[in-house]
């Protein structure tokens, strides 16, 4: 079981990345938005529930065999908070990209309530929900971008 926490939680390795592990946490993001990506809505949902509750499981159980709730071989949370950005939309490269540097931008900025979640949640939960909240700001900024483009 300990090991298939460990591949959970840092996305099959990509936690153990010797630099930016978050960075490199979130491009398992970009195969999982391509195989979502026009499926029908309620697909996507179920899929981003189950892969949210399974984070949630992951990062906590992580967080005891690392004795640090937010380890930073744990990146699953960058997972989800990517998925969050790109729910619903459809997959273009462009697209991917966009979506990958914006949601990077404010997982690290951290606006509220990220910030909070971050500060106040020292748990499995907590650690998923701050990068979900940055996905929810990149996902706002990147639709916009998107409508923006088709008005031109």
């Known amino acids: 079981?300990?090991?298939?926490?460990?591949?959970?939680?840092?996305?099959?390795?990509?936690?153990?990345?010797?630099?930016?592990?978050?960075?490199f946490g979130t491009l398992a993001g970009i195969p999982c938005f391509w195989l979502l990506a026009g499926r029908p809505?309620?697909?996507?949902?179920?899929?981003?529930?189950v892969l949210l509750a399974?984070?949630?499981w992951a990062a906590e159980q992580a967080g005891r065999i690392y004795q640090s709730a937010d380890d930073?071989?744990?990146?699953?949370?960058?997972?989800?908070?990517?998925?969050?950005t790109v729910l619903f939309l459809p997959f273009s490269w462009s697209t991917a990209c966009?979506?990958?540097?914006?949601?990077?931008?404010?997982?690290?900025?951290?606006?509220?309530p990220a910030s909070t979640i971050d500060?106040?949640?020292?748990?499995?939960?907590?650690?998923?929900l701050d990068d979900v909240a940055a996905g929810?700001?990149?996902?706002?900024?990147?639709r916009i971008y998107l409508w923006l483009l088709s008005q031109w």
């Open 1 to 23: 079981m300990r090991r298939l926490i460990i591949l959970l939680s840092s996305n099959l390795g990509l936690g153990y990345a010797p630099v930016a592990s978050g960075t």
């Open 119 to 128: 500060r106040r949640m020292k748990n499995g939960i907590g650690v998923v």
């Open 41 to 49: 809505a309620a697909v996507q949902l179920g899929a981003y529930l």
């Open 98 to 112: 966009a979506a990958f540097f914006l949601f990077r931008f404010f997982d690290i900025a951290k606006p509220p």
């Open 136 to 142: 929810i700001y990149a996902a706002a900024t990147l």
């Open 54 to 56: 399974l984070s949630f």
């Open 72 to 84: 930073g071989r744990i990146v699953i949370d960058e997972l989800m908070g990517y998925l969050t």
